[in-house]
């Protein structure tokens, strides 16, 4: 059966050697198809309290391609971000996720929009990954009526419901009671769907989150805490921070799971089972083992408390789509150039929504005084000076 | 406006007036009445039998009954799944509670008191108040934080903080004081309806008391606006200005004023965010002077703000500078006599109103 699909791809991949004018065909020719596949990933995992799944992940040649389409996008909407705040586009602060992408394709791999996921302030990629289009990045990025929150919310505070995206939160650790009363409202409205709720290491350590996991594990809460560890809290190295950096035992009397959160199926693998595991049984911790690639925000250079080595050194051997590139081409799946296409072309849509962003006007004035309240009730808000500038809230 | 006291006619002041709330207590008359506790039972009752998505969480609000007893018989009536007792972490279960709002079920959180919702305080503000400005409207937090605010007898420094202040400095938090069974009512069902986060500041010491309640106060669809002050005692000497269990002492020093010659309005705010500006400044045009009244710590406190409102809206109409009675300016002590020194009493607020009068005090 590999042989045949191997001949299939051949004929496909020769047909392609001519120029194309057209995205969009070069799209759906190496769209892959849904014949099964199965992968190993790169490490077993680890468990705690629990037994690990399978190392074998079942995948198909469309997933793959489709996860190395997602990777690279978000890669290159990353690295654009980087530059728009150097050119002073973009203000205040500006968390990049490059490195981490694995984490956000995996799990959406896993589970349907009417899961939720809630994370902290490196939300670029996760909003994306829920269905954010790449204007919404951007104009919010740039506090432009087109961004996802009205340029009301900034790089922090990207939300979209419709999908189940909570956001976008500034105050490290409060993600996760936030999150666990999500699956809270899941389990109240018997929806049969779970929430993940991600953080880091640096907030790994805080209170709130074990009160929260009490609560969870006591209610039998639908929750999964997933830590995204790449093993820095701003500028503090993990075994600096906790006594012990075995996020995924922090639960204690709740399951863990150790992912190699580079490498994409895992991270599917690792949150189907943790899906099927909190509608059973409640909360499970997932610790994704990852890295980024750039600093805490874009005013730390990430260098001062790592070395270059160490940075060039993971990119070297655990990018995430560096994976998946090597396998699909190992599966031949489809050619380098088909790749490479894939990244120009990935890179055009970058540009093109860049573009359509700077083109999105600031808010008006009134939307300063607009959404305080659900419910104005016609009350009065005032300006820096109230007796020149006051609103009505609707 | 030009500082002239107005004299008082000695019938005017013989004129029979409408009784205020505690002397219509004395009578037993035909109208009901509710203790300011039954009063909040009976509205969480109504509000969870009308709407399944509304539900109660908090320290010993279910098999205890409730420390206050406020939530009696809610367990019983609905369930473990909508009654829920939670252990004593207020950042995790307010956290809990928030993030279950976001997704749109209705938590009713209870603070034992509100001195303990400062370790859940971010989430109030953080994750509840500005959400639906930085979500551009897309996340709505329908979310009630209630329980006992202020001083009560003899529990120290600790437990007898008033928060109105602070959380209704914050926009996006609406913040509610009943006073009476009526308000207790009128305003619960109010703030567990409204589709913003809502702080709803109670008083230990008040649950016992009752108030006659009509029988529209007792309808189940009976509601309070949110925003709107009461006059509880109309005048037009001085206003005073209070909310929650000082509104009973305005009411009382109203009543000692009156013998004195001098008619006191005497105004419930009900509402501290969002504060009835106009209601106030009304008031004040038409009686030429303000005293307000507070438990609080004085500092930027509500009584600050409605003087700064006065001042800007209405200073030509003032006769007298505004006064301000609160919470004395030192942590709540224990010891009976300094306990009462530090906490406003009748005879503070009498004094401020006719100081406002340019009267001799005696």
Redesign the interface.
């Known amino acids: 059966m590999a042989l045949s699909h191997l001949a299939a791809s051949a004929s496909r991949s020769s047909s392609l050697l001519k120029p194309l004018s057209s995205g969009l065909s070069l799209r759906r020719s190496i769209s892959g198809d849904n014949s099964p596949l199965t992968v190993e990933t790169s490490v077993p995992f680890t468990s705690h309290q629990c037994e690990a799944p399978s190392r074998s992940v079942e995948t198909n040649p469309k997933e793959l391609l489709t996860f190395f389409r997602d990777m690279a996008l978000m890669r290159r909407m990353e690295i654009a971000a980087d530059s728009l705040y150097k050119a002073k586009l973009i203000r205040g602060f500006c968390h990049l996720y490059d490195g981490q992408e694995a984490v956000a394709v995996g799990m959406e791999a896993a589970i349907t929009k009417k899961d939720c996921i809630i994370t902290a302030y490196r939300d670029h990629c996760t909003f994306v990954s829920r269905g954010g289009t790449l204007l919404e990045v951007f104009a919010e990025l740039m506090g432009r009526q087109a961004g996802c929150s009205k340029g009301k919310g900034g790089s922090m505070h990207f939300y979209k419901k419709d999908s189940n995206f909570y956001g976008g939160h500034g105050i490290v650790g409060a993600q996760v009671p936030l999150g666990c009363g999500l699956a809270f409202a899941q389990k109240y409205s018997k929806d049969e769907t779970v929430t993940f709720a991600l953080y880091g290491d640096g907030a790994a350590n805080q209170g709130q989150l074990f009160e929260a996991l009490n609560i969870s594990a006591l209610w039998d809460l639908p929750a999964i805490l997933v830590c995204e560890n790449n093993h820095y809290g701003m500028g503090t190295a993990e075994w600096r921070a906790a006594k012990s950096p075995a996020y995924y035992k922090r639960g204690d009397y709740v399951p863990g799971l150790k992912v190699d959160g580079m490498d994409a199926l895992a991270v599917k693998q690792a949150c189907k089972f943790a899906k099927e595991h909190a509608l059973k049984n409640g909360p499970i911790i997932l610790e994704m083992d990852t890295y980024r690639y750039h600093g805490h925000s874009m005013s730390d250079p990430g260098s001062t408390y790592r070395t270059r080595d160490e940075i060039s050194g993971v990119r070297q051997e655990r990018d995430p789509i560096e994976r998946i590139r090597k396998l699909i081409l190992s599966h031949d799946l489809a050619t380098e150039k088909e790749l490479k296409d894939v990244e120009k072309e990935v890179r055009k849509e970058v540009d093109d929504a860049i573009a359509q962003a700077k083109e999105s006007p600031m808010p008006e004035p009134s939307e300063l005084f607009t959404n305080v309240y659900a419910k104005g009730l016609g009350v009065e808000s005032f300006g820096a000076d109230r007796k020149e500038v006051r609103a009505t809230l609707p | 406006m030009l500082g002239i006291v107005r004299q008082k006619m000695l019938e005017q002041s013989l004129k029979k007036i409408p009784p205020a709330v505690s002397v219509l207590r004395s009578y037993s008359s035909a109208a009901k009445q509710m203790t300011i506790r039954d009063a909040l039972n009976s509205a969480l009752d109504e509000e969870m039998s009308a709407d399944s998505k509304v539900?109660l969480m908090g320290e010993e609000v279910g098999e205890y009954q409730g420390a206050y007893k406020i939530t009696k018989g809610l367990l019983d009536k609905y369930g473990p799944?909508r009654v829920?007792d939670?252990?004593i972490?207020e950042?995790?279960?307010?956290?809990?509670?928030?993030?279950?709002?976001?997704?749109?079920?209705k938590p009713v959180v209870e603070f034992m008191t509100f001195n303990f919702s400062m370790q859940a305080i971010?989430?109030i503000i953080?994750?509840a108040a500005k959400?639906?400005?930085?979500?551009?409207?897309?996340?709505?937090v329908?979310i009630v934080f209630r329980g006992p605010n202020g001083a009560a007898a003899g529990v120290g420094a600790q437990h007898s903080q008033c928060y109105a202040a602070w959380y209704a400095s914050c926009?996006?938090l609406?913040v509610l004081a009943p006073y009476s069974s009526e308000d207790a009512r009128g305003l619960l069902k109010a703030a567990i309806r409204?589709?913003?986060p809502v702080v709803f500041l109670e008083n230990e010491l008040l649950y016992g008391e009752s108030f006659p309640v009509s029988d529209e106060v007792l309808d189940s669809s009976f509601c309070l606006?949110?925003?709107k002050a009461k006059i509880e005692r109309k005048g037009k000497d001085v206003t005073i200005a209070a909310y929650s269990k000082m509104v009973g002492y305005a009411l009382k020093a109203a009543e000692t004023l009156e013998k004195d010659g001098i008619d006191a309005e005497v105004i419930n705010l009900r509402s501290i965010r969002?504060l009835d500006?106009s209601m106030i400044n009304a008031s004040v045009r038409k009686t030429s002077r303000l005293v307000t009244v507070e438990e609080a710590f004085p500092q930027h406190g509500v009584g600050a703000e409605i003087c700064a409102s006065i001042v800007?809206e209405s200073f030509a109409y003032l006769d007298a500078p505004v006064e301000r009675i609160a919470g004395a300016d030192v942590p709540m002590p224990y010891a009976a006599n300094l306990e009462r020194m530090a906490v406003p009493q009748v005879e503070d607020i009498v004094r401020a109103a006719k100081r406002t009068c340019y009267r001799s005090v005696s």
């Open positions: 539900f799944e829920l939670t252990p972490t950042a995790g279960f307010t956290g809990v509670a928030v993030g279950a709002a976001y997704y749109g079920v971010d989430h953080n994750s959400t639906n400005y930085m979500s551009s409207g897309q996340i709505s329908p926009p996006g609406k409204d589709p913003d606006p949110i925003g969002p500006r800007e």
